[in-house]
């Protein structure tokens, strides 16, 4: 007797991602400006959507994430006997390179002339299957008509929401939950590590000895603000970056490439936290700082979507999001920023951007692999690790000179105890950096500092000296 035919369907099932949507992602890092016409083409139907990106966009598939789960009870049912097919509402063209690239399936069912989902889709299978029993494997509430048909309906990874509606409809469905988007899988999406960051808005307080309560804790506001915001654009640089991330050593378990957390609650998710950055800061800070909020959403924006791959631009910029983040612990609390706060700032931070960028290179050359995404060669190593330690020296000559300068000794009672800071400052760069040649670095500099007891050993004694200075 033969057995039933197992169809499979593809976006949100056998891959936790969507071709549509990454090729949506695409076609805006492409160009940013595409989000105009797709919405006419939105508003025109799903299928002249799904043509029109189709048209523009080829996607890259080799890297799309396959759920391992869905894999092994697929090759199961092969084994058994049953012949596969992979049933999806994609474009046929993208289809058929899954099943190239999995050698699973005996053919495939996809778009071709119209939109081929739910009743479609139905149709579809049943004129492939002559009639007779059939398997299927979906995962959302446009699949219910075809679970209900089936002799054997799998649900993946289906929604509370879905699984009521199905047994509304009478259908038993088997579930077969691969994954799930728990609290930790949203916390990693944030990075949180990196609101360290952000600890930067309170250095003009530091700065200039303010002891007021009232100022401290309107800048924790700005910290959540400033963390919220930072959340936000990089889900959305990890939106725009999925295929180089899977590509890379360390990167393709973010939650995004992973596909741990589907683009469709990613950008929902992103969207929240833009929100609610830009509310804490109007309403708890004031329009000030919110402007410079704003300044810093463009800056990102510009980083990800033009400049992040043109050599020295990206770094330049990177410097300039962290000094960015002191500017708005100045606006926030009405103080006035010193020129030299803001130059050692600008030296400092490019040194540990292009650390980051020199430690990445580092690791690819141990992998053996080429950087995806950049505009760097593994040729310009030695010239980047020379411009990094460069900077990271020029930072700490510029706060000799401010210690010996008239600034320094108005504010401080006895500044000679800064100059306790120079060498701590560059024992402390030169650590980072031979620990970057000896490929000992991850790829975030401050992500290592949080870390590293050394680290905050030099913080420490840093406060000790302003201390004892003032």
């Given at each position: 007797?033969?057995?039933?035919?197992v169809?499979?369907?593809?976006?949100?099932?056998?891959?936790?991602?969507?071709?549509?949507?990454?090729s949506?992602?695409?076609?805006?890092?492409?160009?940013?400006?595409?989000?105009?016409p797709m919405?006419?083409?939105?508003?025109?139907?799903?299928?002249v959507f799904?043509?029109?990106?189709?048209?523009?966009?080829?996607?890259?598939?080799?890297?799309?994430?396959?759920?391992?789960?869905?894999l092994?009870?697929?090759?199961?049912?092969?084994a058994?006997?049953?012949?596969?097919?992979?049933a999806?509402?994609?474009?046929?063209?993208d289809?058929?390179?899954?099943a190239?690239?999995?050698?699973?399936f005996?053919?495939?069912?996809?778009s071709?002339?119209?939109?081929?989902?739910?009743?479609q889709?139905l149709?579809?299978?049943?004129?492939?299957?002559?009639?007779?029993?059939?398997?299927?494997?979906?995962?959302?509430?446009?699949?219910?008509?075809?679970?209900?048909?089936?002799?054997?309906?799998?649900?993946?990874?289906?929604?509370?929401?879905?699984?009521?509606?199905?047994?509304?409809?009478?259908?038993?469905l088997?579930?077969l939950?691969?994954?799930?988007?728990?609290?930790?899988?949203?916390?990693?999406?944030?990075?949180?590590?990196?609101?360290?960051?952000?600890?930067?808005?309170?250095?003009?307080?530091i700065a200039?000895?303010?002891?007021?309560f009232?100022?401290?804790?309107?800048?924790?506001?700005?910290?959540l603000a400033f963390?919220f915001?930072a959340?936000?654009?990089?889900i959305?640089?990890d939106?725009?970056?999925l295929?180089?991330?899977?590509?890379?050593p360390?990167k393709?378990?973010?939650?995004?490439?992973?596909?741990?957390?589907?683009?469709?609650?990613?950008?929902?998710?992103?969207?929240?936290?833009?929100i609610?950055?830009?509310?804490?800061?109007?309403?708890?800070v004031?329009?000030?700082?919110t402007?410079?909020?704003?300044v810093?959403?463009?800056v990102?924006?510009?980083?990800?979507?033009?400049?992040?791959?043109?050599a020295?631009v990206?770094v330049?910029?990177?410097?300039m999001?962290?000094?960015?983040r002191?500017i708005?612990?100045?606006?926030?609390?009405?103080?006035?920023?010193?020129?030299w706060?803001?130059?050692i700032?600008?030296?400092?931070?490019?040194s540990l951007?292009?650390?980051?960028?020199c430690?990445?290179?580092?690791?690819?050359?141990?992998?053996?692999?080429?950087p995806?995404?950049?505009?760097?060669?593994?040729?310009?190593?030695?010239?980047?690790?020379?411009?990094?330690?460069s900077s990271?020296?020029?930072?700490?000559?510029?706060?000799?000179?401010y210690?010996?300068s008239?600034?320094?000794?108005?504010?401080?009672a006895t500044?000679?105890?800064?100059w306790?800071?120079?060498?701590l400052?560059?024992?402390?760069l030169?650590?980072?950096?031979?620990?970057?040649?000896?490929?000992?670095?991850?790829?975030?500099?401050?992500h290592?500092a949080?870390?590293d007891?050394?680290s905050w050993?030099?913080?420490?004694?840093?406060?000790?000296?302003?201390?004892?200075?003032?």
């Amino acid at each position: 007797m033969t057995k039933p035919i197992v169809y499979v369907d593809l976006d949100g099932t056998l891959s936790p991602s969507d071709v549509l949507l990454e090729s949506c992602l695409l076609l805006l890092k492409q160009n940013i400006f595409y989000v105009f016409p797709m919405l006419l083409w939105a508003i025109r139907g799903a299928w002249v959507f799904k043509t029109e990106v189709a048209k523009r966009i080829d996607p890259v598939l080799d890297h799309l994430p396959i759920d391992p789960m869905v894999l092994e009870r697929l090759n199961q049912l092969k084994a058994a006997g049953h012949e596969l097919v992979l049933a999806s509402a994609s474009m046929r063209r993208d289809v058929l390179k899954i099943a190239a690239r999995l050698g699973l399936f005996a053919r495939v069912i996809a778009s071709e002339h119209s939109n081929l989902k739910g009743q479609q889709k139905l149709a579809a299978i049943e004129a492939d299957s002559h009639g007779q029993p059939f398997v299927y494997f979906g995962d959302a509430l446009v699949d219910i008509p075809i679970w209900k048909k089936a002799a054997l309906a799998f649900g993946v990874n289906t929604s509370s929401g879905t699984r009521r509606k199905a047994m509304t409809a009478g259908i038993e469905l088997n579930r077969l939950d691969t994954r799930s988007t728990g609290i930790k899988v949203w916390l990693k999406a944030m990075r949180l590590q990196q609101w360290a960051k952000n600890g930067l808005l309170f250095l003009p307080l530091i700065a200039a000895h303010e002891t007021d309560f009232a100022l401290w804790g309107k800048m924790m506001w700005g910290f959540l603000a400033f963390g919220f915001l930072a959340s936000s654009t990089y889900i959305w640089n990890d939106l725009m970056d999925l295929n180089a991330d899977r590509q890379h050593p360390r990167k393709r378990h973010r939650p995004m490439a992973s596909g741990a957390l589907s683009i469709g609650k990613a950008f929902l998710f992103m969207k929240c936290l833009g929100i609610a950055g830009f509310a804490v800061a109007w309403l708890a800070v004031g329009w000030q700082f919110t402007l410079v909020l704003l300044v810093y959403t463009v800056v990102t924006l510009l980083y990800t979507f033009v400049f992040k791959r043109t050599a020295f631009v990206d770094v330049l910029l990177l410097a300039m999001l962290y000094t960015v983040r002191v500017i708005a612990g100045g606006v926030g609390t009405g103080i006035e920023l010193s020129s030299w706060l803001l130059a050692i700032s600008l030296f400092v931070f490019l040194s540990l951007a292009l650390v980051k960028r020199c430690a990445e290179l580092e690791f690819l050359q141990l992998e053996g692999t080429q950087p995806q995404g950049r505009g760097y060669r593994m040729s310009d190593l030695s010239y980047l690790v020379s411009m990094g330690i460069s900077s990271g020296f020029v930072a700490v000559l510029v706060l000799a000179l401010y210690v010996d300068s008239q600034n320094g000794s108005m504010l401080y009672a006895t500044p000679e105890f800064l100059w306790g800071i120079c060498p701590l400052f560059l024992y402390w760069l030169m650590r980072i950096w031979i620990m970057t040649s000896r490929k000992e670095m991850i790829d975030d500099p401050v992500h290592f500092a949080i870390h590293d007891r050394i680290s905050w050993g030099f913080l420490a004694s840093v406060g000790v000296l302003v201390y004892l200075a003032s």
